[in-house]
C-alpha cells in the first residue's frame, strides 16, 4: 500500500491537453494530477474498490481475531457484541478458526478472489455457530428412531 | 439410471429412513458422456421429509438445485452455500444454503454413497450478522 502513489506526477493543464495519453497510463498505474498545490488521484475504479474492501475487511478481521483472542484469555462477551457468536467454540475450534483466517489473510494481498475465500471462511465459522447453539439441530440430530 | 440400480439403492434405506422427495423436473439421469456418480438421498425420517417437502413448496426451483447437487455433488464445497460445519459438535455434517432463510443439514456417507438429511428447514434466527 505504501507504494502506491511513487508515480509520476501531471499537471493539470497536461492533462487537459493529453487526456488519453494520461487514462492510458493510469490504466498501468495510479497517476497523481497537480494543480497548484492540490493534488489528485487518478486511478482504476476497480482498484479503488479493492482498496476500500481491503480496508474495510482489514479492521473486521482485527476486530474478529481480537474478540477470539479475548476468549482464549476467558475474558467474557457478552452476546451484544457482534462477534458473540465466537463463544461456542471451545479454544481448539478458538484456534483453529484463528488459523484459518489468518492463512487466508496471508495470501489475500488485495486479491477480490482472495478476500472472497476469506468473506467465505468466516460465513461458514459464522454459520456453524448458529448451528451448535440451535436446539432445534440438536434435537434433530439426537433423535435417531421417532418419526 | 436404471430401474435396477434404483431398486438397488432403495434397498439400502434403513428405517425409519425413507427416499427424499423427488422435487418436479429434478429427476437426476445419467449421462454417456458425463459419467457421474449418484448418491442415494434419504431424510432421517417421516418428519424431516415433510419439512423437506414444505421447503420444497415455499421455494421450488432453489429445493431442485439443492436435490441436484445433493445427489451429484453432496461433499463438493460450494462457498457460502455448501460446506462441512466447523467446530467438533457436528463434524462430519454438512449445511446446504438452500435460500437466505432455510437449510438443510445432511450426513453424506463416502462409503455407501449416502446422504442423510437430518434438518430442512428454516434458519436460526435471530442471529448477528458477522
Not at chain 1, 76 to 90: K, M, Q, R, S
Not at chain 1, 114 to 121: G, K, Q, R, S
Not at chain 2, 59 to 85: G, H, M, S, W
Request: with cysteine; proline share 6%.
Amino acid at each position: 500500500m505504501n507504494s502506491i502513489y511513487s508515480d509520476e506526477l501531471v499537471t493539470a493543464t497536461e492533462l487537459n491537453r493529453q487526456p488519453g495519453r494520461i487514462l492510458d497510463k493510469a490504466l498501468e498505474h495510479p497517476i497523481t494530477i497537480t494543480r497548484n498545490d492540490q493534488s489528485f488521484a487518478l486511478l482504476r475504479r476497480e482498484d479503488v474498490a479493492l482498496f476500500v474492501k481491503t480496508a474495510q475487511h482489514s479492521r473486521e478481521i482485527v476486530e474478529l481475531l481480537n474478540t477470539a483472542f479475548r476468549l482464549l484469555l476467558k475474558q467474557t462477551i457478552g452476546n451484544e457484541h457482534p462477534y458473540g457468536w465466537l463463544a461456542v467454540f471451545d479454544t481448539d475450534e478458538l484456534n483453529e478458526f484463528i488459523n484459518e483466517v489468518m492463512s487466508a489473510y496471508r495470501v489475500s494481498d488485495r486479491q477480490e478472489q482472495a478476500w472472497n475465500e476469506l468473506e467465505a471462511i468466516i460465513h461458514e465459522w459464522y454459520e456453524s455457530a448458529l448451528a451448535i447453539s440451535n436446539p432445534e439441530l440438536e434435537a434433530a440430530f439426537s433423535q435417531t428412531q421417532k418419526s | 439410471m436404471s430401474e435396477n440400480a434404483i431398486a438397488e439403492m432403495i434397498e439400502n434405506i434403513e428405517p425409519p429412513e425413507v427416499k427424499l422427495t423427488v422435487p418436479e423436473l429434478a429427476e437426476i439421469t445419467e449421462t454417456s458422456d458425463i459419467p457421474k456418480t449418484i448418491w442415494l438421498v434419504v431424510a432421517k425420517n417421516r418428519r424431516v421429509n415433510r419439512d423437506w417437502e414444505a421447503l420444497i413448496q415455499r421455494n421450488p426451483e432453489n429445493a431442485r438445485r439443492c436435490y441436484k447437487d445433493l445427489c451429484i455433488a453432496p461433499i463438493t464445497r460450494q462457498p457460502r452455500r455448501v460446506f462441512p460445519l466447523k467446530g467438533k459438535k457436528y463434524q462430519g455434517v454438512w449445511e446446504y444454503e438452500v435460500t437466505g432463510g432455510d437449510r438443510v443439514f445432511y450426513i453424506p456417507d463416502e462409503t455407501q454413497l449416502k446422504v442423510v438429511v437430518f434438518y430442512a428447514g428454516k434458519h436460526i434466527q435471530p442471529a448477528p450478522t458477522p
